[in-house]
């Protein structure tokens, strides 16, 4: 096992740790806080090519692998979470499976801009009653001669608001369970009757559209169905396996953002004489920080490195997922009980984290799922 990033990915990290350092981080409560989608942000990240990082250079990607995307998604989570969440769902939900299972037509078509960074990209699973059973879904598509018929509610999607594209997961086979799912590449601009209903307000990750949105009798040309028919759920499946590494890497970047908070801070501040960081229980407590984000980074290189090796990573996706989600918010939580009253206070960043990583418990599969993937995975 080599446990050294090679020069290539090296130099990625570091062009995007000093762009994020630039960038980012002196915007990062402001635009959290006026709940601003940063479209200038992304506009740049598509300048340097990073918004389509494990995207063929053939569809205007860069040709990376799922480290590298791993690294850039972790780089972007430890300055900003919201950020960082928009670009994990516009690559790995929103882009990739476009790559995975669409037609060359298709690729040149929805992926090019996409991977290019001239627009953004939505995935459109989860609805109103669904939750944690997503294969219980509610949206139909309706065949019309050389058209399907959409028709339903989508909830809790990130980037709708601003996508140039939207992956929208749909019934075609009533009665069929999972073979019955197939997935349609939507326009929100040009399809009469998709319409981002609500913009959600939530405890985090601001700067972040969540949207709900309804699909009323939208006409779909069949040629953006993706895949085959009932084929949706399996690449659901697929999807989810890179998306949830994404997540264990943005979780482990708003560790790695909150554990540098805690640890500049306690060297700083003094008390009774000394720096902080010279008290047992505060020492303690940044080294614990410390070792879960080395573990959270460990699990997560493992999973992506698995990923580009082609081999099937269902443990690991989830396994590293569910620890890095984990730790984010545990060592977000610690470094504002470092910071005492200054880290409850928007001035400082670990406020910000601590609200940022309740979602990585949440999204792409609840913890309790995750236990439940594994489970199963170890055979019990």
Known sequence: MDFELSAEHRMIRDSVREFCEEEIAPIAQEVENEHRFPAEVFEELGELDMMGVPISEEYGGLGGDQLMYALVTEELGRVSGGIGLSYAAHVSLGSKPIEMFGTDEQKERWLTPLASGEEMAAWALTEPGSGSDASDMDTIAEKDGDEYVLNGTKQFITNASVAGSVLVKAVTEPGEGYDGISTFIVDPEEDDGFEVTTVWDKMGLNCSPTCEISLDDVRIPEERLLGEEGEGWKQTMKTLDGGRISIAALSTGLAQGAYEAAKQYSGEREQFGQPISKFD????????????????????????????????????????????????????????????????????????FYRDAKLMEIGEGTSEIQHLVLGRQLGL
């Open 281 to 352: 229980a505060i020492r303690d407590k940044v080294v614990d920080m410390y070792r879960k984000t080395e573990r959270a980074r460990l699990l997560t290189h493992k999973a992506a490195v698995r990923y580009d090796a082609g081999e099937r990573v269902s443990t690991e996706s989830a396994l590293a997922k569910l620890d890095a989600s984990e730790a984010a918010r545990e060592v977000a939580e610690d470094a504002v009980q470092v910071l005492g009253g200054y880290g409850y206070t928007e001035d400082f960043s670990p406020q910000r």
